[in-house]
């Protein structure tokens, strides 16, 4: 029977099936940080287990740490405790820990692939909901509770129903301007942000062939801001590329054990989804959001709709526009900007600081601005300043900051304050998200580079066209 | 952990009608800084329940002495965002042991069950009688019913079943969690695990 790349990567995992509930799934690799898993390992000490397969989990510090200073002590008595949890935890079960000032530190879900954790066909679980990145090398990856991890700390398994499945094809060049956090910002915007609940999503067509895996992570990454568990892209000669003689990655035999079944990673032809979706590559535009949900997206040149054109309760709707203080209508272009952030594991990565520097370059930082540019890890911060785009960002007025989650959700001191609004390339423009009161705009690095040098929300088109 | 029996519950409730509330405001990623699963539930909507120097929003349901229970109502697809436990431990421990919505995202969902808060689905037109109810009269009471999947409005006696799978059912009407059940099976997920590529 043919079968869907979710299916066979899923099926190969079922250790056993309950009638009537849920699957018992084996978890190849589990990723840990200080936030999500504390209590889980309480929860071990209290029923007096162990892990059970301490070499399938990796844990990371990265949601509470600091971004400068990080050879210093950390400041915050509630973060230093959180870390220091971690480090005794890993250090009780031997799980390798990749504490604060590691050479190996940096956000979850940037060093899995970056050393070979993530690999096709595998299963991959963490306590954050973006663990759906790792989807872009065809493995199947998500974000789990705190009950979960202890699950899969203490039996390498967790209990779910099998999803649903969605195909959603891009097709079609790409305009000027347009990044894969703008595919994905369309898609949502498209779907909203419970249009894929309860789905396992594949995306296909030309657009993702095309992208790198930098690139396709950011859209799996995503893929839990349309309500879906997962997202996750064939694996191709990009992604076997990619994976191919990093720490983590099989060597050998076993490589090539390992290669050989993930070419057979892919949709059959004829394999049915439960629901499937096209879009044209060629009609999205750089993308931004005017609201408190992702789903709240537009193509930058566009006016905020009216609350009778969007889905959904106009209660809600309006509630949001008052929090980021727009109005229908209103025009995004134009609108003030006081902080910009790029980072996180959505765009945290070195396609996303050479797109940021490529725009800044030979121009300036406004005077208006704060801009926080954060890489996802030590690699990403080493490549900016082995590519020269350390150089150039300093020349332009920016300075680069260390590893870390940072204003991604706002746990460390990076926090925008009650009523700025900021240009981020994070994942989430929630109330409060980004710190209390403040206020987001989701969107790629260039419409980030666009406002950080001009102040205000501009479109990166304008200035690329300057450019060539 | 073993957790609370659910079997029936009745009680008052309390409305939330908000679309796409997401974890990040049940709970702000600020309060995730415990290393133990206790307190929660004094930050249970802390940025819609308190003002920046801690006073109460008068406005805000939760500080509202007319309405109370143990049951949540909230807008459709209650729960979107981050998959931190800690909303789902932040609602058990302000006291409430189910919530009701047309609409939940899959990972609150998930977490809710895990720790013995009963999810319950309704459709879109009984949400709104029970919102409709309880305006009405905030004193209304609702009846959940676990082993036969209903949900009651008491006053009027209107009903309608509502879905969850048989395991995940017996697990809380025990009090049962996953890892007792995993833990049982530990032979054949080690046998499972030899034969993996990695
Ligand atoms: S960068 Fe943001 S979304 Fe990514 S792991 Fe950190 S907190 Fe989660």
Same mark, same amino acid.
């Given at each position: 029977m043919s079968k869907t790349l979710f299916d066979k990567v899923w099926d190969a995992h079922v250790v056993r099936k309950i009638e009537g509930g849920p699957d018992v799934l084996f978890i190849d690799r589990h990723l840990i940080h200080e936030v999500t898993s504390p209590v889980a390992f309480l929860g071990l000490k209290n029923r007096g287990t162990?892990?059970? !397969? +301490? $070499?399938r989990t990796f844990a990371t510090a990265d949601h509470? @740490?600091? *971004?400068? $200073?990080?050879?210093?002590?950390?400041?915050?008595p509630l973060s230093a405790n959180q870390l220091k949890a971690l480090e005794a935890n890993a250090k009780e079960h031997g799980i390798s820990h990749w504490g604060l000032?590691?050479?190996?530190?940096?956000?979850v879900h940037v060093v899995g692939p970056e050393y070979g954790i993530t690999q096709p066909g595998a299963t991959i679980v963490c306590g954050?909901?973006?663990?759906?990145?790792?989807?872009?090398?065809?493995a199947i990856a998500f974000g789990i509770g705190t009950s979960e991890v202890e699950m899969v700390l203490s039996t390498q398994c967790i209990m779910q129903p099998k999803p649903k499945k969605m195909r959603i094809n891009v097709n079609g060049k790409l305009g000027l301007g347009v990044t894969p956090k703008d595919v994905a910002l369309f898609i949502i915007s498209q779907l909203t942000?419970?249009?894929? @609940?309860g789905y396992f999503v594949e995306y296909a067509g030309d657009v993702f062939e095309n992208m790198t895996m930098e690139g396709r992570m950011t859209v799996c990454n995503l893929?839990?801001?349309?309500?879906?568990?997962g997202g996750m892209i064939a694996p191709d000669e990009t992604t076997i590329n990619y994976v191919?003689?990093?720490?983590?990655t099989p060597k050998g035999e076993a490589w090539d054990k390992a290669l050989a079944y993930y070419k057979t990673l892919k949709t059959d032809e004829g394999a049915v989804f439960d629901k499937e979706l096209t879009f044209d590559?060629?009609?999205?535009?750089?993308m931004i959001t !005017?609201? *408190?949900? +992702?789903?709240?997206?537009?193509?930058?040149?566009?006016d905020i709709p009216d609350?009778?054109?969007?889905?959904?309760?106009v209660a809600t709707y309006e509630k949001s526009l008052n929090y980021m203080g727009f109005h229908e209508?209103?025009?995004?272009?134009?609108k003030p900007v006081d902080f910009v952030f790029v980072g996180s594991c959505?765009?945290?990565r070195i396609e996303d600081f050479r797109a940021f520097t490529s725009l800044v370059k030979g121009k300036h930082k406004a005077d208006n601005v704060t801009a926080w540019l954060v890489p996802g890890s030590h690699i990403v911060e080493a490549q900016i300043k082995e590519e020269g785009l350390l150089d150039i960002l300093h020349e332009a007025g920016f300075e680069l900051r260390q590893p870390g989650c940072s204003a991604c959700l706002?746990?460390?001191?990076d926090k925008v304050p009650a009523g700025k609004y900021a240009v981020s390339t994070s994942n989430r423009n929630f109330e409060?998200?980004?710190? +209390?009161g403040s206020r987001t705009m989701l969107a790629s690095p260039l419409v980030a580079a666009a406002a950080a040098v001009t102040g205000k929300v501009t479109d990166p088109r304008t200035l690329i066209e300057e450019l060539v | 952990m073993a957790y609370d029996k659910f079997n029936i519950l009745t009680s008052t409730a309390v409305p939330l =009608?908000? /679309?796409?509330?997401d974890t990040d405001q049940i709970i =702000?990623?600020?309060?995730?800084?415990?290393? /133990?699963?206790?307190?929660?539930g004094d930050n249970l909507f802390r940025d819609w329940r308190y003002?920046?120097?801690?006073?109460?929003?008068?406005?805000f349901v939760l500080n509202n002495p007319i309405y109370s229970g143990k049951i949540l109502v909230g807008g459709k697809?209650?729960?979107?965002?981050?998959?931190? /436990?800690h909303a789902a431990w932040a609602v058990y421990d302000y006291g409430f042991r189910a919530v009701v919505s047309s609409f939940f995202a899959d990972i609150f969902k998930n977490n809710c069950l895990n720790i013995g808060v009963l999810p319950v689905q309704v459709s879109p037109e009984f949400a709104d009688k029970i919102f409709a109810a309880i305006h009405a009269d905030p004193k209304t009471e609702l009846e959940i019913n676990l082993p036969e999947q209903t949900i009651t409005l008491l006053a009027t006696g209107e009903k309608e079943t509502f879905e969850i799978n048989s395991y995940k059912k017996n697990n809380m009407l025990n009090g049962f969690d996953d890892i007792d059940y995993l833990q049982s099976i530990k032979g054949d997920i080690e046998a499972f695990a030899e034969k993996l590529p990695f």
């Open positions: 162990k892990v059970l !397969y +301490p $070499n509470n @740490t600091p *971004t400068i $200073n990080q050879d210093k002590p950390v400041a915050d000032g590691h050479q190996k530190n940096g956000i954050d909901s973006h663990t759906s990145t790792h989807g872009a090398f065809g942000t419970s249009g894929a @609940t893929s839990i801001e349309m309500g879906a568990r191919k003689g990093r720490e983590f590559g060629f009609s999205i535009e750089p !005017y609201g *408190t949900n +992702p789903g709240m997206g537009m193509g930058i040149s566009h609350a009778s054109q969007v889905e959904g309760g209508g209103d025009a995004m272009i134009g959505t765009n945290g706002a746990m460390n001191d409060g998200r980004q710190g +209390p | =009608p908000i /679309e796409n509330v =702000p990623a600020r309060f995730l800084k415990a290393t /133990e699963r206790v307190g929660f003002n920046p120097d801690n006073t109460p929003k008068q406005d697809n209650f729960g979107s965002g981050s998959s931190r /436990e």
